[in-house]
């Protein structure tokens, strides 16, 4: 269970990579569009990027698992990307023409055209990936010395890819059904596919696994063939490439994000101890308009996920509701980045009944306040400015007085230090570690250090939430880390 966390945190991890050229994709597209600016350019541009985004995952996933983030391995992925579809292409239509001329072969006859997408390029990011890890040092006889260490890895990326992509080619048109029936019941089941994919979003947040479900239903569920002959699947690429029905999965983040988390920062405020709300009132701003302006609220859910995990799943059913009640008013609308203000104003005019979303976060910021005040006050949680020593600083502050260096010295000690981190590694707002043994940390310890929370999931896996400078401060741990100045295997 171990190594399936780290590896399911890695691959986490590595999606942000591609992810991250999102923002830029979608503002290109929009801002060329003819409700806009009105320039091709930066449409054609924009859509370029979407066109070619499972060769970005393919590039993106190889160099985020890569050890040491090597270039080499992001050239692997574009290698495995192009030989894996080949492959499942011509095995699939192999079996096709089987299955009409040769029945009696056992195959079966209504075999589909193959479209692993972006599942594509994530497989072959993680071949190219772990091919990297294995044989980038490889040595090989002096007459073909040329072809050993990295410049080996995309040959050796290449072969397994083969492989690979013939087994899919028999496989993946059952997978794909599988898919499209899960895509279709969701899609149309009166509110249960979105309810079940919001909660799902949430309640996998602790373990940065929410990417994985994020994947499947941004890039894969449904697809839409526009004017252009040109057909797209995923809730979030059919919503940007015109689709009316797009964006039914990512509305109703938008009332939770800008709205109804930063309700519960303010009932958090409203909570905490009057000799503590001058020193808690700046950290709480800073995340409520963190989460409003860009959609990141992990800041916020950690300050109460371990404290009250009834709370936090309280959240996720209401997010899961947020979505329902969102497709039930007819809303589409969606983000390159996320569910925060600057995504809702370049999507106001291609969004459907987008104005709606504001009265109804209203609501949920209502109903987020009154049952967050009525839970600490009832339970007596330990929010941040109730603790019963002054155990929580704000990380940003403490970065501003003492500078990176000097913090991460501190991290790496509060981890029993540097000999106990066999892995380390960053997210957008998290340190994702893998320990020898995490059971001696102390969580007071990390809130003096400005963290907002520590996950733990067994003895070994651990995620420190500090905001969104979590890079700069594992790039500046990393310094002092023997043999950490590169990103773990």
């Not at 089987?98 to 479209?115: E, L, N, Q, R, V």
Request: hydrophobic share 50%; glycine share 10%.
């Amino acid at each position: 269970m171990q190594k399936v966390l780290a590896a399911l945190q890695k691959l986490g991890k590595s999606l942000m990579l591609p992810i991250a050229s999102l923002p830029i994709a979608g503002l290109l597209l929009r801002f060329g569009q003819s409700d806009m600016l009105n320039i091709p350019l930066l449409a054609n541009s924009g859509n370029a990027l979407f066109d070619n985004l499972p060769l970005l995952f393919a590039i993106g996933i190889a160099v985020g698992l890569a050890e040491d983030s090597n270039g080499a391995a992001g050239l692997a992925g574009a290698v495995a990307y192009f030989v894996l579809n080949a492959a499942g292409q011509a095995v699939n239509y192999a079996l096709q023409v089987h299955s009409i001329f040769m029945p009696a072969a056992g195959f079966p006859k209504d075999i589909t055209d193959i479209k692993m997408l972006y599942f594509g390029g994530i497989i072959a990011g993680v071949i190219a990936g772990l091919c990297y890890n294995r044989f980038h040092s490889i040595k090989l006889p002096d007459w073909l010395a040329f072809f050993g260490g990295r410049r080996f890895v995309p040959i050796v990326t290449g072969g397994a890819s083969l492989v690979v992509g013939g087994l899919l080619g028999t496989v993946w048109p059952t997978f794909q059904k599988g898919l499209d029936a899960t895509a279709n019941w969701m899609t149309g089941s009166g509110g249960a596919g979105e309810f079940l994919y919001g909660f799902l979003n949430r309640l996998l947040l602790p373990f940065g696994l929410h990417h994985v479900i994020n994947t499947a239903v941004w890039f894969t569920f449904g697809t839409y063939t526009g004017a252009d002959g040109k057909t797209v699947s995923g809730d979030l690429t059919r919503f940007f490439a015109g689709d009316p029905n797009g964006g039914m999965f990512t509305a109703g983040f938008f009332p939770i994000m800008m709205f109804a988390l930063p309700a519960a920062a303010l009932a958090m405020y409203v909570c905490a101890k009057k000799e503590n709300k001058a020193v808690i009132g700046g950290a709480l701003f800073s995340v409520a308009l963190t989460a409003f302006l860009t959609g990141i609220t992990e800041p916020i859910e950690f300050m109460f996920m371990f404290l009250a995990p009834v709370l936090f799943v309280l959240h996720a059913a209401l997010t899961g509701l947020s979505l329902v009640v969102c497709n039930l008013f007819g809303i589409r609308d969606s983000f390159t980045f996320s569910a925060g203000l600057v995504d809702y104003l370049v999507n106001w005019t291609k969004a459907k009944n987008g104005w709606m979303i504001i009265p109804i976060g209203l609501i949920f910021a209502a109903v987020y306040f009154l049952l967050f005040v009525f839970c600490i006050k009832k339970f007596n949680i330990k929010t941040p400015g109730r603790e019963d020593d002054e155990e929580t600083s704000s990380f940003s502050q403490l970065v501003e007085d003492q500078g990176f260096d000097e913090i991460a010295k501190k991290y790496i000690a509060a981890l029993g230090g540097a000999e106990n981190i066999k892995e380390i590694e960053s997210c957008i707002t998290r340190i994702r570690l893998v320990l020898v043994s995490n059971k001696e940390l102390d969580d007071k310890t990390f809130k003096s250090l400005g963290a907002a929370g520590v996950m733990k999931a067994g003895t070994q896996v651990t995620q420190i939430i500090v905001g969104t400078k979590a890079e700069l401060l594992v790039d500046a741990m990393k310094k002092f880390i023997p043999n950490k100045d590169r990103q773990p295997a």
